[in-house]
């Protein structure tokens, strides 16, 4: 009896070890609006460990601190986007290629207006601008803005994501043409996580998607990686990819595949939680079974499903 249950116990600690992440560096798993609100926190927060908010264009709008306090108390961590306090859409087409004329100031007002939650206790880390490649960006003023996030905040991570395509061949997006990704000469200096984002793909076998994975590690090999799971269902997009919304069950356990297998993978966050919320159970349950995965939490009830 004793040798039949220590070889079951072998076999079952194999199992374990073989289902397990590749990379212990893999240890942040949430949702891009994950904490707007209590209902997104509540449904999420006994398999993520963070959720991802964006600041919005009133510097001293009270939604992030309110929200940052909301994910504290419950044990989980923000990731700030900070596209709106430093980037200023003077033609109303979402194109942000300069930064403010005054960002130092809305900077320091909007710091000093949520100094109660700028703690690494609280904060993961923030976003400088997404995708800024795609946005033909002034790169000079990225970068200044990133050292000043840096100098105020050096606890904080840096992360930046860009689109596939952008990086491969520049055709596509806001800007297609401008080449901004092979022009760009710098190192991306204070940006500690770099990501690439599409969707509607298979990740390890899409040649774009593998592409731009190559391209950009080869240009920032000293950066940890995060990877974007696609975790919503567009009508013009994903029907045509996958067939079934219970499909993405299948794609979430993709990423999570090629996150794992990345030694330089810190974080696996799901676009978005909009549209995860009312895709079918099942895909939620693989969401939560990959997040309680990365970030070790064990019990916790299933995802309410809708459906």
């Not at 596209?83 to 960002?103: K, L, M, P």
């Not at 297998?261 to 919320?277: H, I, Q, R, Y």
Request: proline fraction near 6%; charge should be neutral; glycine fraction near 8%.
């Amino acid at each position: 009896m004793d040798r039949a249950r220590s070889w079951v116990l072998s076999a079952l600690l194999l199992a374990f070890l073989a289902a397990a992440p590749a990379a212990a560096q893999l240890q942040y798993f949430g949702y891009v609006g994950g904490a707007n609100d209590d209902n997104a926190l509540g449904r999420t927060r006994s398999y993520a460990n963070f959720a991802h908010l964006a600041a919005r264009a009133d510097v001293e709008d009270p939604f992030v601190r309110a929200r940052v306090l909301a994910l504290s108390q419950r044990g989980l961590k923000a990731i700030i986007d900070l596209d709106r306090v430093f980037w200023c859409d003077t033609d109303g087409d979402h194109s942000y290629g300069e930064a403010c004329n005054d960002w130092i100031r809305r900077w320091n007002r909007w710091k000093t207006f949520n100094a109660a939650v700028l703690t690494p206790d609280k904060v993961l880390a923030f976003g400088i601008l997404d995708e800024p490649f795609n946005q033909d960006t002034d790169m000079i003023h990225y970068q200044e803005v990133t050292a000043r996030v840096k100098a105020d905040l050096p606890w904080a991570k840096i992360y930046m994501a860009e689109g596939a395509c952008v990086i491969v061949d520049g055709k596509c997006g806001s800007h297609p043409g401008s080449r901004a990704f092979l022009r760009y000469r710098g190192d991306l200096p204070g940006v500690d996580w770099i990501g690439v984002d599409a969707y509607g793909i298979h990740p390890a076998t899409d040649p774009t998607f593998q592409a731009a994975v190559g391209r950009m590690r080869s240009r920032f090999p000293d950066k940890q990686w995060i990877y974007i799971l696609d975790g919503w269902w567009v009508p013009y997009l994903h029907p045509y990819v996958f067939g079934r919304p219970a499909v993405m069950a299948q794609v979430a356990r993709e990423w999570y595949d090629v996150a794992r297998a990345d030694p330089d993978a810190v974080l696996l966050g799901v676009f978005l939680w909009e549209g995860s919320k009312d895709l079918p159970c099942n895909v939620l349950r693989e969401h939560a079974a990959i997040g309680r995965a990365i970030t070790g939490k064990l019990g916790g009830p299933d995802p309410q499903c809708r459906r």
